[in-house]
Each structure stands twice: as structure tokens, then as C-alpha cells.
């Protein structure tokens, strides 16, 4: 059985031991594990070499068999088994499409780029997805590969030298739910559903995966991760700290809606679960929370003082119940009343080295939001 390597424009390549032109092929159809999967476009790219564009995902080793039906030869068979693009390679290409593998613990794939200057003494900063488009089936990784190519922090981070990593999470569509996979909500830690259960788990298997990969090439990766975030990925960074602190060097966060998960357990006689509160995380996730390890993260949320669309009106974002402790106990309005209660209940949760900076408009924030991720990968963060 022969490898193939699936890559980031949703296509695999298949070599044959036949003399073939695009004019001989009558049709092609694919199968994974016995499923049909869909073909959406073909050519032969040498004479040996067929390209297929896919309409779904492979898993990481999956076994595809390949059925061409041929003009005057009749049926042809290949069987193969699908690999990731390898890691390094010769061309210029430094965007790597990682593919889900059920065997690591990770039902998704995600985008590893590794620049051309990498450090080798280095350390992966992650940014979580955040597309924007709600789908039921599809995995929206065309998306995500325009959210790295044209998003000022991927760029930031790209020519600093970093290893960037992008989970490909998909943002399910369910009526009256608040599975928002892309804010890591309640209902998205708490779904049964295998595909999409503990998002927050996936992606520490991502980056364990990520991390032997470098290794593997001569990098020396730092264990812990440096997180940056921006809006509902700003919401995912700031409650996987919370749950993960000892795996988070840094979080850089910017337009957080004033709701970034906050450090204690009760207010104004309610009870902040998770993902208002921590007063609930053991029950959750089998764990409490860390504050020490906390600590130990450099902290900064850049945001504007400017009351945009609030997350907290959302469906998608809260259950029904949550939205009522947001506006009882945190304020109903983003800036300045809820804005000022989050940062008093770090304080009064005896949280460290978080900085928190306000500045007059959204358009101000972004600037500081990537002088920031310079300074931090530049480490004059650290020397402070």
C-alpha cells in the first residue's frame, strides 16, 4: 500500500503505473473505509499522477481506495493510505495542513505555519478560529486558510518567527443551542457529541502533536504556548487559560465585550459558573482552578471603550440563564459599567500579571493589539 499526502488546498495526489492523459479517463470515484466520498474535481498532473480535489476531510492514515475507469482498459483500483503534507519540505510552501487523527485525540485538522525564518529556539503561539459562518457538516478550513493569509496578527506573528498554529474547528449550527465551538461556550464543553466534545482538549492534543512535529526537525519548543485572541477567539483564549494555565505562556487579548471568564466563584449573590465563573470547573473538567499557575501567565486585553454588539444578547454565545448573571451581577452594558466589575473581580480574585488597557475607539486597539504580540515575541515583554 502506497502513501499519499493530503494538503492544504483539499487535494491528494495519487501515482499510477500507467501512461495517462486527462481524454482516458472515462470517471473517477473515491472511497474511505467503504464510504463514497465526493470528487469535486480531477486532472492528471504529469502522466503518472492524478490530482483529485476532495469535498471532505480524510483522517490522518485513513485507507482511500481509488476506482478509474478507464477508456478501452476498463477499471483500475488503487488502494492508498493518506498522510498529512509532510512538515518541511523543499518548496517555498510554509503553510502546513495537518489532517484529523482519531489516534492522537484530535477530530479536526489544523493549519501549522512554520516561516522560512523559524527560530529553533522557539515557542508555538496558537490562535483559535473564528470564521464567523455557521455549518452544519462542513469544515469551513477554505476559511480558515483566508482568516491566516489575510489577518494582521498571522502576519505578525509569521515574520517574527514563530511557529503559528490554527485549529480548524468547525462552528456548529443547532437551533435554540449555544454551541458556539469558536468561544468554547458551556454547551460546547459539554456536548456529547464525539466530533466536537472538550474543543479545549482537542486542541491541547493539536499542540502536543505540533510540538513532537518541530522536534522531530530540530526545533526547541517551549511547552508552554503563547495564546493571542480577537473577539469570539479572544473569548476561546481566555477560558482555555483559565482551564489550562500550567500550558499558556501568554494571552494577548483584544475585543473582548467585557466578558472574559472571570477568576471567582459568587457575586452579588450568584453563582458565576463556567463560563462567567470558575465556580463550577472541577465539575467540569475533573480539575480546579489553577490560581498560581494563573499567575505565572503575562496577561494583557487591549480593548475600546465603545458599547458594539454585545455577545451577551446572543443565543449562540449564553443560555438564557447565563445572560441573566451577565446583566444582573456583571452589568448590562459592555463599557464602562461591566468592563469596570470584570476588572474588580480580578482583583478581588487575587489574580497577578494581567494588564488591562483601554483606548477611545475599536479602530485605536488594533494597532496596540499587534505592538503588543511584537513586544511579546520580541521578549521585552518578559524583561519588564
Do not use: C, W
Request: hydrophobic share 35%; no cysteine; net charge positive.
Amino acid at each position: 500500500m502506497k502513501n499519499v499526502f493530503f494538503d492544504k488546498t483539499k487535494g491528494v495526489t495519487f501515482e499510477t503505473d500507467l501512461e495517462l492523459s486527462i481524454d482516458m479517463i472515462e470517471s473517477i470515484s473515491l472511497f474511505a473505509n467503504e464510504k463514497y466520498v465526493v470528487v469535486e474535481e480531477y486532472y492528471v498532473r504529469d502522466s503518472k499522477n492524478i490530482y483529485l480535489k476532495l469535498g471532505e476531510i480524510p483522517f490522518e492514515g485513513e485507507k482511500l481506495l481509488l476506482k478509474i475507469h478507464l477508456n478501452d482498459i476498463g477499471l483500475k483500483e488503487l488502494e492508498v493510505k493518506v498522510l498529512s503534507r509532510p512538515i518541511i519540505d523543499d518548496t517555498n510552501e510554509i503553510v502546513h495542513f495537518i489532517l484529523p487523527n482519531k489516534d492522537r485525540g484530535f477530530n479536526y485538522g489544523y493549519y501549522l505555519v512554520i516561516p522560512e525564518n523559524a527560530k529553533k529556539n522557539t515557542s508555538i503561539v496558537v490562535e483559535t478560529n473564528n470564521s464567523g459562518v455557521n455549518t452544519r457538516n462542513v469544515v469551513d478550513y477554505e476559511n480558515v486558510f483566508d482568516f491566516i493569509k489575510y489577518n494582521r496578527a498571522a502576519e505578525t506573528i509569521i515574520n517574527s518567527g514563530f511557529p503559528y498554529l490554527v485549529p480548524i474547528f468547525q462552528r456548529i449550527k443547532k437551533e435554540k443551542s449555544n454551541i458556539y465551538t469558536h468561544a468554547l461556550t458551556s454547551e460546547a464543553i459539554l456536548a456529547d457529541n464525539k466530533l466536537y466534545s472538550r474543543l479545549d482538549v482537542q486542541l491541547i492534543r493539536m499542540i502536543n502533536n505540533a510540538k513532537e512535529l518541530l522536534r522531530e526537525n530540530n526545533y526547541i519548543v517551549n511547552e508552554k504556548v503563547v495564546m493571542v485572541g480577537q473577539g469570539a477567539s479572544a473569548t476561546f483564549a481566555s477560558r482555555f487559560a483559565m482551564l489550562h494555565p500550567t500550558r499558556v505562556r501568554n494571552l494577548i487579548l483584544t475585543k473582548t465585550s467585557a466578558l472574559l471568564i472571570t477568576p471567582i466563584t459568587e457575586y452579588k449573590g450568584e453563582v458565576l459558573n463556567y463560563p462567567i465563573g470558575i465556580d463550577n470547573i472541577k465539575k467540569l473538567i475533573g480539575k480546579g482552578f489553577n490560581l498560581e499557575a494563573y499567575n505565572r501567565i503575562k496577561k494583557i486585553a487591549i480593548d475600546a471603550k465603545q458599547n458594539y454588539d454585545d455577545p451577551a444578547s446572543y443565543d449562540d454565545s449564553y443560555t438564557k440563564e447565563e445572560q441573566k448573571i451577565i446583566f444582573k451581577a456583571l452589568g448590562k452594558k459592555m463599557f464602562n459599567s461591566r468592563y469596570n466589575t470584570m476588572k474588580k473581580l480580578y482583583k478581588k480574585g487575587k489574580v497577578k500579571n494581567f494588564i488591562f488597557k483601554e483606548y477611545s475607539t475599536y479602530e485605536k486597539t488594533k494597532d496596540k493589539f499587534i505592538e503588543e504580540i511584537e513586544r511579546v515575541l520580541d521578549k521585552k515583554y518578559d524583561e519588564e
